[in-house]
């Protein structure tokens, strides 16, 4: 069965610090693989996918067919870093996302 | 820039009623989700519609639920006889196509079961 698991239920750094989500995922085919993010009181809004390679806010991450690995990360977090973040599958041909629990991370001053 | 909407926010219900969520697709989307997070665990997806049918269900999504499009704006996730457990956040999403990935997430509906 599909499967997204974040380590993490919680990751606390200070400003500046690097930071690694850490997310690994159990799928037999091509899976598409996103960083979700819900700041507080928001809604859960993409972050990043990996077909587009692009980097935002800072954060990159790169898929790891090898480890089946989807990691995120930023060099120097900021405090507006701090949310939930959620890594994501999508299955070849699929529509559903298969979500992780999540990750909190909390950067402080 | 245009947002998918749910309506309630929070709807409180006594065990064995029924209850509609509502969701505002964004316009020009064609695929429909919806997803519910239990207090403190994951995301799960419950089910897809697409061209006026379920594209795909979890097991989670048994006949106590229904989502039907009743016109060319709503979209709505029937709970039929509400258990306990059913008390969750309910997220409502909209994408253009399979190939755009990326799913647009509506503020959620607290549904809360009594």
């Known amino acids: 069965a599909q499967r997204v698991t974040q380590p993490e239920k919680l990751l606390s750094v200070f400003k500046g610090a690097p930071v690694e989500l850490k997310c690994n995922y159990s799928y037999s085919g091509s899976p598409e693989l996103f960083w979700y993010v819900q700041y507080s009181r928001q809604r859960l809004q993409l972050l990043l996918r990996?077909?587009s390679r692009e980097s935002i806010k800072g954060f990159t991450a790169d898929l790891n067919k090898g480890e089946t690995s989807f990691h995120l990360k930023k060099p120097f977090a900021q405090e507006e870093d701090s949310a939930m973040y959620y890594c994501?599958?999508?299955?070849?041909?699929?529509?559903?996302?298969?979500f992780g629990k999540g990750t909190t991370l909390s950067v402080s001053s | 820039e245009p947002e998918v909407t749910q309506t309630p926010s929070h709807q409180v219900t006594q065990m064995g009623q029924e209850v509609i969520l509502r969701c505002v697709p964004i316009?020009?989307?064609?695929?429909f989700y919806w997803y519910r997070q239990i207090l403190g665990q994951k995301v799960e997806f419950l089910v897809s519609f697409y061209n006026n049918e379920i594209s795909e269900k979890s097991e989670i999504f048994d006949d106590q639920f229904s989502v039907e499009r009743p016109d060319g704006s709503n979209f709505t996730l029937k709970i039929r006889s509400t258990k306990l457990e059913d008390s969750a956040m309910y997220f409502c999403?909209?994408?253009?196509?399979?190939?755009?990935?990326?799913?647009?997430f509506g503020p959620g509906t607290r549904l809360t079961v009594l």
């Open positions: 990996h077909i």
């Open positions: 999403a909209s994408n253009a196509g399979l190939a755009v990935g990326e799913q647009f």
């Open positions: 316009s020009n989307h064609l695929y």
């Open positions: 994501a599958l999508k299955k070849q041909a699929g529509t559903a996302l298969i």
